[in-house]
């Protein structure tokens, strides 16, 4: 109805992985390329999941400026607290 705000497309990034002896920039530049398509597409937002145990990717996608997405993360809506073992991040 009015006022209902329209869902915003976004790239999404199902999944990306990068081998270590070759990574020296390879991923950042990859998801450059990604945001790069998706603004060239109209989607600014890129929206990607990464599992809470891969603290390096956490830490990865965190240097590049993406952050959980409080409006799609289900961690701390869920009655036990931290029972999703995955972040939804997403950067604009």
């Given at each position: 109805g009015a006022g209902e705000k329209k869902p915003q497309?976004?790239?999404y990034?199902?999944?990306?992985?990068?081998?270590?002896?070759?990574?020296?920039?390879l991923g950042r530049r990859m998801m450059e390329l990604v945001e790069l398509c998706g603004r060239h597409e109209g989607m600014p937002k890129v929206t990607l999941t990464v599992f809470k145990a891969n603290l390096s990717a956490v830490r990865f996608y965190a240097k590049?400026?993406?952050?959980?997405?409080s409006a799609i993360d289900p961690n701390g809506e869920d009655e036990e607290e931290g029972a999703f073992d995955?972040?939804?991040?997403?950067?604009?």
């Open positions: 497309e976004c790239a990034v199902y999944e990306i992985q990068v081998a270590p002896g070759i990574r020296c920039g590049l400026g993406y952050l959980i997405d995955y972040f939804i991040l997403s950067k604009l």
